[in-house]
């Protein structure tokens, strides 16, 4: 049995994968970064607990194991922090370590030459031509993390701060945070700060972007500038791996869920890079690339009906999760 994890900023999602997918486990954040290294190792290991449970296996049946951690590869002494926690839950064997974006790269990509922008809770962007591989962006809330649901739900305030204040023309963004937080629009502001967690910033994106598919121009203007910001990351791939043929220019996560107040805008930026533009994918998808690269390092090159296999087996797995687990990390009713 393959066990494969993928570790977010918000989520960790875990399946267990046996010709088919037989399980699947969900938990909190994964990253250490934004909930401490602790917080990291007990959510990792109720994702994966969970997910050989549901497989009713142990961890015996997991020959081999493959961890995709949002912040791997941004630093040696990041990757090893991810490895050491990883080995305190891992039982059984070694196990491969890398960033995400590799996950997300093959799953909208199966390996062939292409770029991929992952914008879930932060963003990164991995492109691939052969043996070389770049990657763009994915430095976190802070100092970068452009086009992700962090970014999108700050800039969201930031200008609704602006029209409360009378320096910019009227929103509905005013009215939405001040409906998701309670209170008048200071009391939700404040509430936002005294409760501060990256994921939690980041779970107010839906709410922008709504206002944005109902027409309302800052709410748009936003994630116009969110797409942006994504297909220049993708520009910037595309610039470093010099493709000289064909390749994929691919989109998931939980961001390219809004629709066509991202797609097109990210579309349009990059039509004229001579990319083919590939499905999007949700997020709590990004974990299937993991299976993917597996089947590929077994002598399998995955087809796309392979990918609807996963996404359909994976789906129905995800019914078997606890109802309140979905809705919390996976924004699923």
């Known amino acids: 049995m393959l066990l494969a994890v993928d570790g977010g900023a ?20 994964g990253n250490y970064n934004n909930v401490g290294v602790e917080k990291a190792r007990e959510n990792t290991g ?38 050491t926690f990883l080995r305190s839950i891992h039982r059984n064997g070694t196990f491969t370590l890398f960033n995400d974006g590799v996950a997300a790269y093959y799953l909208s990509t199966r390996g062939r030459p292409g770029v991929v922008a992952a914008a879930g809770t932060g963003s990164v962007v991995q492109a691939r031509n052969g043996e070389r591989a770049v990657r763009t962006g994915g430095w976190g809330w802070l100092a970068g993390d452009e086009g992700g649901a962090f970014y999108i739900s700050r800039r969201g305030l930031q200008e609704a701060a602006k029209s409360f204040d009378g320096r910019n023309s009227d929103t509905m963004l005013v009215h939405a945070f001040e409906n998701a937080c309670g209170g008048d629009f200071q009391a939700a502001v404040n509430s936002i700060y005294t409760s501060f967690a990256v994921n939690t910033v980041a779970s107010y994106a839906p709410l922008v972007t709504e206002c944005a598919r109902k027409g309302d121009r800052i709410a748009l203007e936003v994630c116009s500038e969110a797409a942006t910001e994504l297909a220049s990351a993708v520009k910037a791939a595309v610039r470093r791996v010099a493709f000289s043929g064909e390749f994929i220019i691919g989109g998931l996560g939980g961001v390219f869920r809004a629709g066509s107040v991202i797609t097109d805008t990210f579309r349009s930026e990059l039509s004229e890079e001579g990319g083919i533009f590939a499905r999007t994918f949700y997020g709590y998808h990004v974990v299937l690339g993991s299976v993917m690269l597996d089947m590929k390092n077994r002598g399998y090159e995955a087809g796309e009906r392979d990918v609807e296999k996963l996404v359909s087996e994976m789906d129905s797995m995800l019914l078997r999760v606890p109802k309140q687990e979905r809705k919390e990390f996976l924004f699923m009713d």
Do not use: L
């Open 10 to 29: 918000t989520k960790t999602i875990a399946v267990v994968y046996d010709s088919s997918i037989v399980g699947v486990g969900v938990a909190g954040s």
């Open 46 to 83: 109720k994702a994966v607990s969970d997910a050989i449970r549901m497989a009713k296996g142990d961890w015996k049946d997991i020959d081999r194991a493959i961890y995709g951690f949002a912040g791997v590869e941004n630093s040696a002494s990041t990757t090893r922090s991810v490895e």
